[in-house]
């Protein structure tokens, strides 16, 4: 596929695909991810403090700075999950929040992410990142993003009779 072919959105992926590379991060390895719990049990039989272990989809990203809000859709459903820079990098270097989190990654990427299950001050069961990592770099708009973007022009552009 040239990148004629290809939309602004599937080239930017592509150049952040490389970048990923350069700063050597394999966007595809290989290895099996250690699940340990599905969203919908960690919801159901909520445990402050207990240990976790997902792996799914990035459905939406919040950034708030220093840390962000996200919502990952494993097999079984979605859970919010909340990255803090200083928590998954606690050294100097913070490459992996400020530069792998907030600019290379992008909805539809799966990662994997391991920390501990606490309740927000809105009382939304949420896991608070200690280790994130990537497991595979999506390259095409998924399914849910074609789907709004078609409803948002549909919305915006008026229909011809």
Same mark, same amino acid.
């Given at each position: 596929?040239?990148? #004629?072919? #290809?939309?602004? *959105?599937?080239? *930017?992926?592509?150049?952040?695909? $490389?970048?990923?590379?350069?700063?050597?991060? $394999?966007?595809?390895?290989?290895? +099996?991810?250690?699940?340990?719990?599905?969203?919908?049990?960690?919801?159901? =039989?909520?445990?402050?403090?207990?240990?976790?272990?997902?792996?799914?989809?990035?459905?939406?990203?919040?950034?708030?700075?220093?840390?962000?809000?996200?919502?990952?859709?494993?097999?079984?459903?979605?859970?919010?999950?909340?990255?803090?820079?200083? !928590?998954?990098?606690?050294? !100097?270097?913070?490459?992996?929040?400020? *530069?792998? %989190? =907030?600019? +290379? +990654?992008?909805?539809?990427? %799966?990662?994997?992410?391991?920390?501990?299950?606490?309740?927000? =001050?809105?009382?939304?069961?949420?896991? =608070?990142?200690?280790? +994130?990592?990537?497991?595979?770099?999506?390259?095409?708009?998924?399914?849910?993003?074609?789907?709004?973007?078609?409803?948002?022009?549909?919305?915006?552009?008026?229909?011809?009779?």
């Amino acid at each position: 596929m040239s990148t #004629l072919e #290809l939309s602004n *959105q599937e080239i *930017q992926r592509r150049e952040k695909l $490389n970048r990923l590379r350069d700063l050597g991060i $394999n966007p595809y390895p290989a290895d +099996l991810y250690p699940v340990t719990d599905y969203s919908t049990d960690i919801k159901k =039989k909520f445990e402050d403090g207990k240990e976790v272990c997902i792996a799914g989809r990035m459905m939406s990203n919040r950034d708030m700075g220093k840390a962000a809000f996200a919502e990952i859709q494993d097999a079984e459903g979605r859970i919010q999950i909340y990255v803090n820079r200083d !928590e998954i990098c606690p050294g !100097e270097d913070k490459t992996l929040y400020n *530069q792998v %989190f =907030k600019k +290379l +990654l992008d909805l539809g990427d %799966f990662i994997g992410v391991k920390g501990i299950v606490f309740k927000t =001050k809105v009382g939304e069961t949420s896991i =608070k990142v200690k280790e +994130l990592t990537l497991l595979s770099k999506s390259l095409n708009l998924c399914l849910f993003q074609k789907q709004m973007l078609k409803e948002m022009c549909t919305m915006l552009l008026p229909t011809q009779n």
